[in-house]
Every structure is written in C-alpha cells, then in structure tokens.
C-alpha cells in the first residue's frame, strides 16, 4: 500500500465513523462552522481547564472531508495546550495551502491529520478540509479576549 492508499484510509475511517462525534456536557464552550458552498455546518464542543484543552467533541453533518477533517482535528489537539493547538492549526492551513509540504514537519505536527495533504490540489474542497481548524482557532482567539 503507498502512502495515497494508506491516507484515503484514516480519511474514510474518520468520516465514517469518529470517537469524537458526541455532544459535551461540561462543555465550556460551543461554536458552530458552517460552510454554504458544500453545505457542512458542523459544531465544535471544547471543555477548557486554564490553558489546556481537556476535551474537543463535535456534532452536525456534511460531506467525507469536512467530518473526516473535523474528526482528525479533535484527535489531534485533546489534551493540548492551547499554544500547541494554535501552531498545529497554523500548520494544516499552511499544509492545506499548499506552502508546507515537508513531510517529517507535517507528520510531527499534524499526526494523522497529514493524510488531508492532497486537499491542496482539491481547491473545491478546500473549505470543507479548513472549516473545523478554522473554528477552533476561533473559539481559542475569542477565550483569549475573554479573560
Ligand atoms: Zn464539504
């Protein structure tokens, strides 16, 4: 299996069927990510302690990238601290944008997330890949006004 197959893979797991698709009762925060122009409108769940995210659950729907991408998103930043979660989301639009492409950087940082890489030759799905990261980054800005 070449890398391609091995990354369609964690993308069709994660969209079918994701550990982080649940509601969040001692949520802190919620913040809903719509994107119109493919109609994925998804909400994020964060549960914050100080500057460490204890927990990042998502509901809604929309297609395979937006919910495997949303998926991978929250596998990767629980249990963070907010400051790593900002730089591995600066890191996936810079992936997604096509302006990071080494390897060993995106994997160290991104995890499985990597796997969305080829969304950067996929401009029509470039919304979907980016709406839950952007979400979250700003849920974190707006905590960060907050306190
Ligand atoms: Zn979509």
Redesign the pocket.
């Known amino acids: 299996m070449d890398m391609k197959q091995i990354y369609t893979q964690i993308v069709m797991e994660h969209a079918r069927e994701s550990a982080h698709r649940h509601d969040l009762a001692d949520a802190t925060d919620s913040e809903r990510g719509h ?1 119109p122009s ?3 409108d998804i909400t994020l769940h964060i549960k914050r302690e100080g500057d460490r995210i204890e927990a990042l659950s998502f509901t809604g729907h ?2 395979a ?2 919910q495997a991408s949303t998926s991978l998103l929250c596998e990767l930043v629980e249990g963070k601290r907010v400051d790593e979660a900002k730089e591995a989301i600066e890191t996936f639009l810079a992936m997604i944008k096509g302006e990071e492409e080494d390897d060993d950087v995106l994997e160290e940082q991104l995890g499985d997330a990597v796997a969305l890489k080829d969304i950067s030759h996929m401009p029509q ?1 470039v ?2 890949a980016v ?1 839950a990261w952007r979400t979250l980054n700003d849920m974190l800005e707006k905590e960060n006004e907050e306190k």
Do not use: F, P, V
């Open positions: 994107n493919c109609g994925d929309g297609c990238i937006s799905r919304k979907c709406l």
